[in-house]
């Protein structure tokens, strides 16, 4: 899986909108990108995944250049609930693995 | 729908000692997978089953970690003898496909003294 690299930490105030940067220069032609969130005491949880352009869902929506280089993550209105872990994963669903290959991710602190 | 769950929640035992994880994925799912994260660092990935069948366990550390899914249903994690640098989180996670959307439980927290 293609290496990325993002904020180790942010931090935002409840209601604005926050974007995580997600860089993955290797990405290769059949890499998706996936974004999980993560809470202490928690298994990760998968937020949304794309291929290219613009993808939204009711948690979040994520921004792919044409060049697919890097990706960004935008959650809408945050509140003090969504102060999380937050991974982005570079990976070819059709290879011959679906493991899911960690980094460090992203520490998201909303403050009130 | 229940999620996946793992038993038990936490574990403390001596070094030297066995000690067995259990995972149950989502009902239906055929694609079960195992986890870790081990003092403070990343998560890493163990093994993958599709049903009972070991499909990439590429990531067990070494011997002393046994993996089965008998019948394709829950899953069991085997530590014997375990190591002080087991100490660790372990996650399981489930799909219906081979998929990265995967449904992760909530963990075992593993302390070897």
């Known amino acids: 899986l293609a290496k990325t690299t993002q904020p180790i930490s942010m931090d935002s105030y409840e209601g604005q909108e926050v974007n995580i940067t997600c860089s993955h220069n290797n990405i290769a032609t059949n890499d998706y990108i996936t974004w999980y969130q993560q809470f202490p005491s928690q298994g990760p949880r998968f937020i949304i995944q794309g291929y290219k352009t613009k993808v939204t869902n009711e948690v979040a929506s994520l921004f792919i250049p044409a060049d697919r280089k890097s990706s960004t993550l935008s959650l809408p209105r945050v509140s003090l609930s969504d102060t999380a872990v937050y991974y982005c994963?570079?990976?070819?669903?059709?290879?011959?693995?679906?493991?899911?290959?960690f980094g460090t991710g992203t520490r998201l602190q909303v403050f009130p | 729908e229940a999620g996946v769950t793992q038993f038990p929640s936490h574990s403390v035992i001596e070094k030297g000692q066995t000690v067995t994880l259990r995972c149950d994925p989502i009902s239906g799912h055929d694609n079960l997978y195992w986890y870790r994260r081990v003092m403070g660092k990343e998560i890493k990935f163990l093994l993958h089953?599709?049903?009972?069948?070991?499909?990439?366990e590429s990531g067990m550390p070494n011997n002393r970690f046994l993996a089965e899914r008998t019948g394709g249903t829950y899953s069991t994690l085997k530590v014997q003898p375990a190591e002080l640098e087991d100490s660790g989180v372990y996650f399981c996670?489930?799909?219906?496909?081979?998929?990265?959307?995967?449904?992760f439980g909530p963990g075992t927290r593993l302390t070897v003294t």
């Open positions: 994963l570079v990976g070819d669903l059709m290879g011959n693995t679906d493991k899911l290959i």
């Open positions: 996670a489930s799909s219906q496909d081979r998929s990265y959307e995967q449904y």
């Open positions: 089953f599709v049903k009972e069948s070991k499909q990439d």
